[in-house]
């Protein structure tokens, strides 16, 4: 089993559509990021959480929100989908060490119509 | 403020040829530096990293890079390119308390038969 699950891995929606992607770890990291990637832009932060109680927005945080729901899982939401969030979504993990090295999940592919 | 630049969206090269892959970065403070790579369908995994050890760094597939301070350049190297080496790789830079991931906007290697 994968150390970062993503899910769904798939999904199509319509405009104005309300998704929710999940994200579980078993790394037993703090610290759990949702990025987003498009193509010739490489990877933008969406929001990034240090603990439970420790959420913060990234560079693109607009139109989206999170949940921390336990140390291993982080939710990223967009309340009303809109077309140009079609994208690919990575939920990612680190721990404390001053590295900053990130595990990632394998992504979920969102396709807002 | 941290910034990464990889220069070539797309790289090509022939089975067996030198893999150059070059990144420069930003940092007001000393950075750590690493590699992704992704394979298609694929989340993205450490390829190498550098945190102030030594200056010449092993990965995993034969994969090295070099830090070079005077140049704020961490390219990426591997004598003797695979066809299996096909997949696009990010270069990031982490520096600050924080020590958040900024990532290149990537390069795509294609290796010819």
């Known amino acids: 089993d994968a150390d970062v699950t993503q899910t769904p891995r798939n999904r199509i929606t319509k405009t104005g559509k309300r998704i929710m992607l999940e994200c579980s770890q078993t790394?037993?990291?703090?610290?759990m990021y949702w990025y987003r990637q498009d193509p010739g832009l490489g990877l933008q932060l969406i929001y990034y959480s240090f603990d439970v109680k420790d959420i913060n927005k990234g560079e693109i945080s607009d139109g989206y929100s999170v949940s921390r729901q336990a140390q291993a899982k982080f939710s990223l939401s967009l309340e009303s989908a809109i077309p140009n969030q079609t994208a690919l979504y990575f939920c990612?993990?680190?721990?404390?060490?001053?590295?900053?090295?990130?595990?990632f999940g394998e992504g979920s592919r969102l396709t807002v119509l | 403020a941290q910034s990464v630049t990889q220069l070539g969206s797309h790289v090509s090269v022939s089975e067996g040829a030198l893999v150059l892959l070059r990144c420069n970065y930003s940092?007001?403070?000393?950075?750590?530096l690493f590699w992704y790579v992704q394979y298609p369908n694929q989340g993205l995994q450490l390829l190498l990293k550098y945190t102030s050890a030594a200056t010449l760094v092993k990965g995993i597939n034969g994969f090295e890079a070099e830090f070079k301070k005077s140049e704020t350049s961490f390219h990426l190297t591997k004598p003797s390119a695979h066809m299996s080496d096909a997949a696009e790789y990010f270069c990031?830079?982490?520096?600050?308390?924080?020590?958040?991931?900024?990532f290149g906007s990537g390069t795509q290697l294609t290796v010819l038969p």
């Open positions: 990612a993990t680190s721990d404390r060490t001053l590295t900053g090295e990130l595990f």
């Open positions: 990031a830079v982490s520096s600050g308390s924080a020590r958040q991931l900024t």
């Open positions: 940092s007001s403070v000393p950075p750590y």
């Open positions: 790394k037993g990291h703090d610290r």
